[in-house]
């Protein structure tokens, strides 16, 4: 049961991983700034490592739109053709 588990799991160093992993990095920080409390403590930097996450926030709500389309776009990837 477990080596089957380990196949269906997403390599984080293959080129789909990574599109999750930023996917889902750009969700997260994107809901992070919806948070006052979680604002004040995660995005107010805006420069050096801090400042990539207030980055990532910034595009989740600009491209909200496109952001969607490309999670559902890799989810049914990874669901149906993987």
């Not at 990574?18 to 995660?42: G, H, K």
């Amino acid at each position: 049961i477990f080596f089957r588990l380990c196949c269906i799991m997403t390599n984080a160093y293959s080129s789909d991983g990574i599109v999750v992993v930023i996917l889902l990095l750009i969700t997260t920080c994107a809901y992070i700034s919806r948070v006052p409390r979680l604002r004040e403590m995660f995005l107010s930097q805006r420069q050096g490592f801090m400042g990539a996450f207030f980055k990532f926030s910034v595009i989740g709500k600009r491209l909200h739109w496109a952001v969607s389309i490309g999670c559902t776009i890799m989810s049914l990837y990874l669901l149906v053709l993987k």
